[in-house]
C-alpha cells in the first residue's frame, strides 16, 4: 500500500490530510510531479503553524458543505447510485471557481446560468452527466471529490460503497473498491484536481497487481479517458493486459478499438499468444458470434449444419451469456447441443460468465438447464463468490419497499445461495401444489392469482420466473374481485374441449412459474404462501358496510399482512449485519480502521 495514500487518510488524528493548495496549476512538468506532491502533503517541520491554521480554515469550509442548505447557489444531480433514484449536490459556484479552472470556464457562461435561474429562486442546476459525459460516477464519488474542494482533505473512503457482498474479502481490490477508486479519479481528471489525480493514480498503481484481469479493463478504460494524467497508470494497465488470458473478444468489447489492436500488436511482438492463440477466432466462429449479435438463433443453427465447428468450440454459449440478450440466450440454450459446463480458455463455465453479467434472468436460465452452482474457477472461485465480489454491500443489506423492484445484483446472490442449498435441476412442472379445489377453474384462478399477487409485491423476483417459464403475464384479477367470477387469461366458459387444451399449457406455465418461485425467492413464497392460503383473503381486500369494530378487525389484519410482506425483506439480512460489521473490522483495507460501516437499512422509512 502507498503510505503516501495512506498517511493521506491518517494523518493527525484524523480524519486527512490537510490539502490547501492551488488546484488551477497546470500540470505539464511531469518530471516534478512527485517532488510537488511530496511538498503538498508533507509540509515543511518549519510551516506547522501555518498547517495548523490552514487545517482551521478547512475545517471551516467542510463543515459549509455538510451544511448544503447554507448559501449554497447551484445543484448537480446524479441519477442512480447506491441510494437508487435522482440525487442532488448543493453546492457554492464561488467556492468551486476559486478552486478549479474547470468549474471557473462552466459558471463564466453567464447566459446559459440565467436561462438555467428562471423560476428557481437563483439556484442553478447542472447534470452531472453534462460535466463528466465519458463515464458513469457514483454519487458517492461525487462528493468524495467536491469535498476535497471545499476542504482541501482526502475524506475517509466510504466504507459500505467501497465494500463487497463477500464477508471473507479484504475489500482492498473487489469492484466496489475498484470502482469507487477509478470513478475518483475519473472526477479528479475532469474536473482539473491535478494533486488529487496524482494521489489516486499513485494508489492504484500499488495495487494494481493485485486487481483481477476483468477488473483491470475498466482501471485501463478510465486511464485512457484520462491519458495524460494517467499515463503512467494507462501504460502499466497494457503491460498487465498484454500478459493476461484475456481473450481477443473480450477486449474488443470492452476496449476502444486503438487500445485493443496496441495490446494484440504488443502480443505478437512479444511472440506473446493470448488464450485463443496468436491469431483471432476463425471465420466460422466470427459468423456465430455475428449471428448472436443480430439475435438471430435460426441463422446460429443453420451455420451449425454446415459442420465447421460446434457451440462448444465457438464458446456460443459463453458469448451469447457474455454480451447478448437474455431472450437470444435462452433460444440458444432451447437448441440442447451445447454443454452447459462447458469451460472456455480462461477456465470460466457458462454460469461464471453470468455472474459476472449480473442478469438474474440468465441465471435461472442456466440453472434449470442444469448448469451446476458448485463449479469453481481456476483461483478456486464458485459463481455465488463471484456474484458477492462484484456486488456492493450496501445494496446487498439494504431493505426494498414494499412492491418497489429488487436490485439485479442482490437477486443474483439469492438465486445462486438457493441453488448451492439444493438441485437446480427442475423437472416439468408438478401439479401436486396445495391449491383449493379439484376443479381445473379453481386450480387456474388459484395460480393466476399467486403469481398476480408476486408481480404486485415482488415484481423483480417475480418478472425473472416469470420470463424463465414463458408466462408474458396475468390476468387482471384484483384481489378484492368476486371469485365467483373470474376474468383470467383464459375463458374458463368455452367448451371442454378447447378449455382443457388451452388451459393446461397455462397451468403448466403458471405452476412452472411458482415452483421457480419457491426454489429460488423462498422468503418470498412464504409470504405469499400465507396470504393465498388466507380463507378471509377477500373480505379483507374490500370494507363494505361492517361495523366499525369489524373494520378495525380488518385493518389490523391488513396490518399484519404488510408487516410479514417488510419480514420478508429483512428477515435474511438481520443475521448478517453483525458478520459483516465484525469482518470489516479486521480488514487491512485502504480505509481508517475507526471508520464505522454505514450499513442502515430501510426499514424504518418503509414502515
Keep these: 500500500m502507498d503510505s503516501r495514500f495512506s498517511d493521506s487518510n491518517d494523518f493527525s488524528n484524523g480524519s486527512s490530510t490537510c490539502c490547501i493548495g492551488n488546484t488551477n496549476t497546470n500540470a505539464t512538468a511531469t518530471a516534478t510531479t512527485d517532488h510537488n506532491r511530496n511538498n503538498f502533503l508533507f509540509p515543511d517541520a518549519a510551516t506547522v503553524p501555518d498547517v495548523a491554521a490552514l487545517r482551521r480554515l478547512s475545517d471551516n469550509f467542510d463543515s459549509i458543505f455538510d451544511s448544503p442548505d447554507v448559501f449554497a447557489d447551484a445543484r448537480i444531480g446524479v441519477s442512480g447510485g447506491s441510494g437508487g433514484g435522482k440525487r442532488e449536490v448543493a453546492v457554492h459556484r ?23 435561474e428562471k423560476g428557481r429562486g437563483g439556484v442553478v442546476k447542472f447534470e452531472l452527466k453534462e460535466l463528466a459525459r465519458d463515464f458513469d460516477v457514483s454519487f458517492e464519488s461525487l462528493v468524495a471529490v467536491l469535498s476535497y474542494l471545499y476542504s482541501g482533505k482526502v475524506r475517509p473512503l466510504p466504507r459500505d460503497v467501497c465494500m463487497c457482498a463477500d464477508e471473507e474479502c479484504p475489500h482492498l481490490t473487489c469492484r466496489p473498491a475498484v470502482d469507487f477508486l477509478v470513478e475518483v ?13 496524482a494521489l489516486f493514480q499513485s494508489h492504484m498503481l500499488d495495487i494494481l497487481d493485485k486487481v483481477s484481469s476483468d477488473d483491470i479493463v475498466i482501471v485501463l478504460h478510465v486511464a485512457n479517458i484520462c491519458r495524460s494524467d494517467c499515463s503512467r497508470l494507462l501504460d502499466r494497465c497494457i503491460e498487465i493486459v498484454v500478459h493476461s488470458d484475456l481473450d481477443s473478444i473480450t477486449l474488443e468489447k470492452s476496449l476502444p478499438p486503438e487500445i485493443s489492436k496496441q495490446i494484440m500488436d504488443l502480443r505478437k511482438s512479444y511472440a506473446r499468444s493470448g488464450p485463443e492463440g496468436d491469431t483471432y477466432p476463425d471465420k466460422h466462429v466470427k459468423r456465430i458470434h455475428r449471428a448472436l449479435d443480430s439475435d438471430d438463433v435460426e441463422l446460429v443453427r443453420m451455420l451449425l449444419k454446415e459442420g465447421h465447428t460446434t457451440l462448444d468450440d465457438a464458446y456460443a454459449l459463453h458469448y451469447a451469456v457474455a454480451f447478448c440478450d437474455a431472450k437470444t440466450t435462452t433460444e440458444l440454450l432451447d437448441l ?11 477456465g470460466y463455465t457458462v454460469l461464471h460468465v453470468s455472474a459476472m453479467r449480473k442478469e438474474p434472468k440468465i441465471i435461472v436460465s442456466l440453472l434449470t438447464k442444469g448448469a451446476r452452482p458448485t463449479d469453481q474457477t481456476l483461483d478456486g472461485r464458485k459463481a455465488l463468490q463471484i456474484s458477492k465480489r462484484l456486488t456492493k454491500a450496501v445494496d446487498w443489506y439494504r431493505s426494498t419497499e414494499q412492491g418497489q423492484a429488487s436490485p439485479k445484483d442482490r437477486l443474483c446472490i439469492e438465486i445462486l445461495e438457493q441453488a448451492e442449498r439444493r438441485d437446480p435441476l427442475l423437472g416439468e412442472a408438478a401439479f401436486s401444489l396445495a391449491i383449493a379445489g379439484e376443479g381445473l377453474r379453481t386450480k387456474l384462478l388459484h395460480l393466476e392469482s399467486r403469481v398476480g399477487l408476486a408481480r404486485l409485491l415482488f415484481p423483480m423476483e417475480a418478472q425473472v420466473v416469470m420470463d424463465i417459464a414463458n408466462v408474458p403475464s396475468t ?23 378447447k378449455l382443457k387444451e388451452e388451459s393446461l399449457q397455462r397451468m403448466k406455465a403458471l405452476s412452472r412459474t411458482v415452483e421457480l418461485g419457491k426454489r429460488y425467492f423462498p422468503r418470498c413464497s ?16 374490500t370494507i363494505g358496510n361492517e361495523s366499525p369494530e369489524q373494520q378495525v378487525m380488518k385493518k389490523q389484519k391488513y396490518s399484519e399482512f404488510e408487516e410479514l410482506v417488510n419480514q420478508a425483506f429483512t428477515k435474511d439480512k438481520e443475521e448478517t449485519d453483525l458478520s459483516i460489521l465484525s469482518s470489516s473490522s479486521s480488514s487491512t483495507s485502504i480505509m481508517k480502521p475507526q471508520a464505522r460501516v454505514a450499513l442502515r437499512r430501510n426499514s424504518d422509512s418503509s414502515s
Design 94 to 116: 464561488c467556492i468551486l471557481s476559486a478552486r478549479s479552472a474547470f468549474f471557473r470556464a462552466k459558471f463564466r457562461d453567464r447566459e446559459r446560468e440565467k436561462e438555467k
Design 185 to 197: 479519479l475519473y472526477l479528479s481528471s475532469t474536473f482539473q484536481i491535478y494533486e488529487l489525480v
Design 336 to 346: 440442447a447441443i451445447a454443454d452447459i459446463n462447458h469451460r472456455n480458455h480462461r
Design 475 to 497: 390476468s387482471e384479477l384484483p384481489l378484492a374481485k368476486d371469485l365467483s367470477r373470474p376474468q383470467s387469461a383464459v375463458d374458463l366458459n368455452e367448451v371442454p374441449f
Design 526 to 541: 412464504q409470504v405469499l404462501d400465507k396470504i393465498v392460503e388466507d380463507d378471509n383473503l377477500n373480505d379483507l381486500a
